[in-house]
C-alpha cells in the first residue's frame, strides 16, 4: 500500500500549481484521500480530502475557494488543483489514505498511509 505525490515546485504568487497523488496496492475508489501540509515551525495541517463513494471532500478554510481535489479512479490517482496561490501556501505536501476524511480537521496523526512529501514554494 503506496502513495506518490508529485508536481510540486516553485510558483508565483498568484499562479497555479497541481499535485497528484498516484496510489498503488489499493482501490483508491475504496479509501479517502488527501493531503496535509506542514510549513517550517508549523504543525500538520489537513489541507482538503476526498471521501470514497460519495465523493464529499474536506477543505480548511485557509484553502476553501482556491484548491479544488479530484479523483480519477481509472488511474487510481487524486488531483489537487491549487489556485491564487499566496506566499503562506508555502509549505511540504503530503498526500495520506485512509478510511474517511475525519481525519483530516485533525492533524492526521491516526492515519498510517503517508506520501513522502512535495515542496511546494509560493515566492516571486
Known amino acids: 500500500v503506496q502513495v506518490v505525490e508529485s508536481g510540486g515546485g516553485l510558483v508565483e504568487p498568484g499562479n497555479s500549481l497541481r499535485l497528484s497523488c498516484a496510489a498503488s496496492?489499493?482501490?483508491?475508489?475504496?479509501?479517502?484521500i488527501g493531503w496535509f501540509r506542514q510549513a517550517p515551525g508549523k504543525e500538520r495541517e489537513g489541507v482538503s480530502c476526498?471521501?470514497?463513494?460519495?465523493?464529499?471532500?474536506y477543505y480548511a478554510d485557509s484553502v476553501k475557494g482556491r484548491f479544488t481535489i479530484s479523483r480519477d479512479n481509472a488511474k487510481n490517482t487524486a488531483y489537487l488543483q491549487m489556485n491564487s496561490l499566496k506566499p503562506e501556501d508555502t509549505a511540504v505536501y503530503y498526500c495520506?489514505?485512509?478510511?474517511?476524511?475525519?481525519?483530516?480537521?485533525?492533524?492526521?496523526?491516526?492515519?498510517?498511509?503517508w506520501g513522502q512529501g512535495t515542496l511546494v514554494t509560493v515566492s516571486s
Open positions: 476526498i471521501n470514497p463513494r460519495d465523493g464529499s471532500t
Open positions: 495520506a489514505a485512509d478510511w474517511f476524511c475525519t481525519s483530516w480537521p485533525d492533524n492526521g496523526r491516526y492515519i498510517e498511509v
Open positions: 496496492g489499493f482501490t483508491l475508489d475504496d479509501y479517502a
